[in-house]
């Protein structure tokens, strides 16, 4: 047994056993469970570095064959166990499994001071271990059970980690627990038919082309499942509502990070390593991917809720990475995961920067607020660096990551194919997704940072554990930007993908230093320039037309995309969840529930004929 | 050791005439036999399928000892397949009575209950050990009685008018069942299973004999409940007492019902194409249509009474398929997956639904309701209640990593395997409905607290024996999955697949004795 799999099992056993033991612990021990939480996460984030950093050990392992966990040689009881215990561990997994650790550890610090008497959980140090548990088991699985076990139990843990104090919340705990446990079935289905076409259920083995209908419905069920986890459209119904009521650091553990990293490495596994992609399935991809991309930020230009808003962005960026994946060219995929990557981080920042302004004003929608750049500088900053990372402004690494899609997309255009031909379809939509990112986002930032401050509330910075985290992302944000192209995306990426070769010249830090350069010179123009003489002008408000005497709210930016004659038509329809596909099924659903209720009126002769009747017709089925 | 098969029916019968008898003159005995009557139930279940012995036991009553190879006393067959069953109903049993203790306080003569329950145990675990036909009709007949009575036990307007449809439809059954064990004794002259099974054998295929299989069929599905034959169902298990809902739910409509119709037509009968087809087709309609009627419901027990139809529509199609795959000479291992899925779901069915039904109880317990609408909040006023109501709810929707997961994963498997691409896509999407329902529960009956009255604000959890047996089928919710681990499987799930895959070994096997 060698080094790296000995940390393996540590990884895994150490998080789900102390989940487990925590619960046995009351509540009232907080701090302490908080604290010891951390410290497992800690530990867990120093052996996933280890595993990374060491490339002593690629390939297939038995769960069983860790260290803890390995089996006396003759036991009967376990042996046949092992067959669907495989994992396989390879540098994309080690990345991820990293990646899960490094939040958990962020988030867990978060949450020691982070807290809201009423969406306050039980046993929320246990869920956010356990889930810790469960993903890295589910990355490193090659086994499809294994896999889908763990995969199923983090829709638990998702909806453990909101509380349904009200209405809304319990019905948005409800739909995406709904969402999340349908999803899944319908991977199961998937899995069977893999099963039954290779024989095997070890994702590492299998590779099977999409030909037949069959073969493509397993696809599907498979991507299903990670579209649904991911939140791409149209299965991301679930993820505005959660993040709206959820707490905020569960919104930025699971929907903004984990379940991320989580669904975008599974459609990395099914759409490059177990299906070959045929070319009808990668234009319905690549649509499906530019949906998302323009139909979340739409919807996300008119949210009041801050926490939605992000929300949406949450399922908006899942396109980007979703296009990359589909394009199925090295530099798209790379786009893809190095997107995954940026948005895992920025998006993680963004929600706990919610989650601040939340604890030191308890006010969630947008009109409410303002004016707190001055009050929370750190989260200011930190904030700003996010929103600039999102909305693909260079040097961030939002920037970095897009481009590389971009490039992939002109890069797929020369392939032959429909797909290919419509390369520059794919390249508008997603370049006008993230013009409308950055308009959302000035939203944002206005709304909460800028502008007057509603009431004369005196509002401190928030603790040290609770900015600690976000700096660190927006740290994380700003150094995957300026050195992406030459360090960054090769040493993740590269021993995935092997060599990446960028079209066209793009140096990231040069641009980091042309636009540190451009800053500079601005400033000083501005210095020797005109120190005194400054412009006078309107303020900003969103590109909106600046009538006489209209005051313009932050809330009122882009009403007028909002109020257009076909749009308005749109959103009225949206706000009345005609798209949502959780409503529309559950219509259909209570439909039908209904039409079987009528004939259940209880009358004994009625019932009574039944029975006759279906002894009359199996007597026809069978005798005549 | 076959001295031990009499005493799963002479142990609890007993009791209940001395809890009848007794019970009224000493304080608490009922409570104290009942529990422990079928603690030692238990313990001789578990016994048999643990002793490593799969062999059949059989015991001759009154020691009439078979004449040239032909039966002609009443025999008792204890095999892996009832030991099974056995193990299901004692442990419910056991269970619900101690949830009883407490949850009776409710009702009026407890004496009564207890002595219904035993009879009601000793009636279904005769059911499943008998080897005779005949004999099998008497249990069966004790057992709806019982059951009758027990439905109706709270003497309200609703009860009385749910236990009244249950007779009458039950007395249809009754009919259908006694005309066609007629019709068999007929035809074959003898009444023990396996000397029909070896008269059956040696003729061909007859109208006669599919006419029978159709009204047992019939009969049999009629207190099994599957659809069309499950009007009496809703009503009857919704206004018994929580605690025999629990058992009716959880176990009676298993071994009345399903155990009968598999022995029946697997080790009785020549198992035919068209009746394996038949019997599918009336497990997937029980299934999606079960489903469509529960999400509907706003009484909570309503809503778990049609959850029990559309279950037992999985027990069904899973081992349906097996029947269909066996019947076409298919693939063995399919059938025998198959199998396995379908018993599986049979034993979670009855730990998560009598849980289910167990903390319905709970709640009706300390509010005094069953509408969704009127609850609320209970989540942190009755923290042992909702933990396990969740930890039911998910099992029941197969969601890791509980044991429901696990057999709708083998049953859905199964179905691929064997080509049954369309049953796997109904499972699957039965499943979702019935996730969706569940959480309809959950969020109605735990959080939402809006809908909280001032009364529900001084609720406390239910006393301890509720609580204790609600956690350990919570903690059977979770091992169960492990049944599935090789070495636990070969011990108690395997041997009852084999017993069905076996076919005519059944006859051979006891003929030859």
Known sequence: MNSVTSHIEIIILLPLITGILLFLIPDKLKLFKGISSILISAVALFFAFQTYFTEVFNGQINLFELRFLSLPDNDSLLSAVTAFTMLNIDSLARLIVLLICFFSFLILIYSIVYSNKERALKNYCSFILLTLGASVLTVFADSFLLFIFCWGFLGLTLYKLIKGYDEESSAAAKKTFIIIGASDGIMILGIAIIWKITGLYNMSEISIGTSDAIRITAFLALLIGSFTKAGAFPFHTWIPDYTKYAPASSSAYLPASLDKLLGIYFMFRICSEIFVVNQGLKLAILILGVLTIIIAVMMALVQHNYKRLLGYHAVSQVGYMIVGLGLGTVLGIAGGLFHMFNHAMYKAGLFLVAGNVEKNTGKEELDELGGLSKFMPVTYIAALIFALSISGIPPFNGFASKWMIYQGIIDFGKQPGLASNLWIIWLALAVIGSALTLASFIKFISGIFLGRIPDNTKIKEVNPAMWLPVIVLALVCLVAGVFAGKLVVPQLFGPVLGEISYTGIWDSSAIALLILFSVILGILVYLIGNLNKFRKDDSFIGGEVNRDQTGYEVTDFYKTIAEAPGFKHLYNMAEKKWFDIYDLSKGVVLKISHLFSAAHNGILSNLAFWVLAGLIFMFIFLLL | ?513
């Not at chain 2, 009553?61 to 004692?90: A, H, K, R």
Request: charged share 10%; glycine share 8%.
């Open chain 2, 1 to 513: 050791m076959n001295h031990i098969v009499p005493f799963y029916i002479v142990l609890p019968l007993a009791a209940a005439f001395l809890i009848s008898i007794l019970g009224r003159f000493i304080k608490g005995f009922s409570k104290v036999t009942a529990g422990f009557i079928f603690f030692t139930l238990l313990c001789l279940s578990f016994f048999y399928i643990f002793s490593g012995d799969h062999s059949t036991i059989v015991y001759n009553i009154g020691g009439w000892e078979p004449v040239n190879n032909i039966p002609i006393g009443i025999y008792l067959i204890l095999d892996p397949f009832s030991g099974f069953m056995l193990c299901i109903i004692n442990t419910m049993a056991f269970l619900s009575a101690l949830y009883a203790v407490s949850y009776i306080s409710l009702y009026t003569g407890e004496n009564y209950f207890y002595t219904l329950l035993c009879i009601m145990v000793a009636g279904l675990n005769g059911v499943v050990v008998t080897g005779d036909l005949f004999n099998l009709y008497v249990f069966l007949e004790i057992t709806v009685i019982a059951s009758y009575a027990l439905v109706a036990f709270g003497t309200e307007k609703e009860e009385l008018e749910a236990s009244f449809k249950y007779q009458v439809l039950g007395g249809i059954a009754t009919t259908l069942i006694l005309f066609s064990i007629g019709m068999i004794y007929w035809y074959t002259k003898t009444l023990n299973i396996p000397d029909i099974a070896g008269i059956l054998n040696k003729s061909p295929d007859e109208k006669i004999v599919q006419f029978c299989q159709l009204m047992l069929i019939a009969g049999f599905g009629l207190k099994a409940a599957i659809m069309p034959f499950h009007g009496w169902l809703p009503d009857a298990h919704s206004s018994a007492p929580s605690s025999i809902s629990a058992m009716l739910s959880g176990v009676v409509i298993k071994a009345a019902g399903l155990y009968v119709i598999f022995r029946l037509f697997f080790n009785m009968f020549q198992l035919t194409y068209e009746i394996s087809i038949l019997i599918t087709a009336i497990g997937t309609l029980s299934m999606v249509v079960g489903v469509f009627l529960a999400i509907g419901q706003w009484d909570l027990k309503r809503l778990l009474a049609y959850h029990s139809i559309s279950q037992m529509g999985y027990v069904i199609i899973g081992v349906g398929m097996g029947m269909m795959i066996l019947a076409n000479n298919g693939n063995k291992a399919f059938a025998s997956l198959a199998i396995m899925g379908g018993l599986f779901h049979l034993i979670n069915h009855a730990v998560f639904k009598g849980l289910l039904f167990l903390n319905a109880g709970a709640i009706e317990y300390r509010l005094g309701t069953r509408d969704l609408n009127k609850m609320g909040g209970l989540f942190e006023k009755m923290p042992v209640t909702s933990a396990t109501s969740l930890t039911a709810s998910m099992a029941i929707s197969g969601i890791p990593p509980f044991n429901g997961f696990f057999s709708k994963l083998v049953i859905i498997i199964a179905a691929v395997l064997a080509k049954y691409y369309i049953l796997a896509a109904l499972a699957v999407f039965v499943s979702i409905i019935t996730l969706a329902s569940f959480m309809k529960f959950q969020r109605y009956a735990f959080f939402n607290r809006k809908s909280i009255k001032k009364a529900v604000n001084e609720v406390k959890d239910v006393p301890f024996l509720m609580k204790f047996s609600m956690i350990v089928l919570a903690v059977l919710c979770l091992a169960l999955s492990l049944i599935l681990i090789p070495g636990i499987r070969d011990t108690i799930l395997q041997p009852a697949v084999d017993v069905l895959m076996g076919k005519n070994d059944y006859y051979i096997n006891l003929l030859n004795m």
